[in-house]
């Protein structure tokens, strides 16, 4: 929880200053892009502009998370200039909530107008065999302290947030007509925010679906919330890489959310690709 309010914006103008001038040739992406499991490759097809290592930026969290390397890349991706991230912070790590979205303030202060996240979740639909995608409506936070606790910054959005539109429909829309075009299969849902590290219980899994979840992960909410509270607009999409607890008969393990994120490696790629390209050439960004 933030508890000085501007000891902590001192700390996000610091780093937004840093990435300032290491972006000064190139101008302020419009776009950031948060790889979630599966999406690393996406830096591999793309031309690579700069790469920062989150050490070297001031104040900025490292990632302990395996897979999670900690770099913040500026690449040309459809002729844009992008900004991605390479590793993000998770409550289950131990961060506090403000150092969990810090890099979202830090984008929002930089000037970045799109934050499309992306991550693996667990599947609450008991049919679809995983891998598959869900683009994200809405959420469910109820198991997630509120990311807004505490003094509010006055410059970075308002006490009593709306939260009706945390994910931006156009470009939900836009998301699901690129999915329909490269022949993905790309449905509509709801994301439950689990804190983690331990997976769901079977019960739990029930008493979400019940709730009308459509899958469920470790990540996104608090950063989703503390982007709609900035005005960033907020772009989601969920790998879903297993079903989740109870629902298979069996165990839940890492390594199938890996093996499957791998699997859906490819159709990440494109779809984050292809949209980017559209929303980058509608806004010129
Ligand atoms: N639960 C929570 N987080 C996840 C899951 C899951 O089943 N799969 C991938 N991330």
Same mark, same amino acid.
């Given at each position: 929880m933030i508890r000085d309010k501007a000891d902590y914006l001192r700390r996000v103008d610091e780093a937004a200053d840093y990435l300032r001038s290491e972006l000064k040739d190139s101008g302020i992406p419009e776009v950031l892009v948060v790889l979630g499991s599966g999406l690393g490759p996406l830096t591999d097809n793309c031309e690579i502009l700069k790469s920062i290592p989150y050490s070297d930026i001031p104040n900025f969290p490292v990632s302990t998370a395996p897979?999670? =390397?900690?770099l913040l890349i500026l690449g040309r991706l459809s002729g844009s200039c992008v900004l991605m991230m390479k590793g993000r912070f998770h409550y289950y790590e131990g961060y506090d909530l403000s150092e969990v979205t810090f890099y979202v303030r830090v984008m929002g202060r930089l000037g970045v107008k799109t934050i499309l996240l992306t991550n693996a979740a667990g599947g609450i639909d008991d049919v679809t065999k995983p891998p598959y995608f869900v683009a994200i409506e809405d959420h469910i936070s109820f198991g997630c302290e509120s990311v807004l606790r505490g003094p509010n910054i006055d410059e970075f959005g308002p006490r009593f947030p709306d939260?009706?539109?945390?994910? =931006?429909r156009e470009y939900l829309d836009i998301l699901s007509s690129c999915a329909e075009d490269l022949d993905i299969p790309l449905r509509r849902g709801i994301y439950a925010y689990s804190k983690g590290p331990q997976y769901e219980t079977p019960a739990e899994i029930r008493a979400l679906k019940l709730m009308g979840a459509s899958c469920v992960g470790m990540s996104t909410v608090p950063e989703a919330i503390a982007a709609s509270h900035m005005g960033i607009r907020v772009v989601c999409f969920s790998c879903v890489t297993n079903m989740a607890a109870g629902l298979s008969g069996g165990q839940l393990t890492e390594e199938e959310v890996l093996v499957n994120a791998g699997k859906a490696s490819d159709e990440s790629c494109r779809l984050t690709t292809e949209f980017i390209r559209r929303i980058t050439n509608s806004k010129g960004a």
């Open positions: 897979g999670h =390397d900690g939260q009706s539109f945390v994910y =931006d």
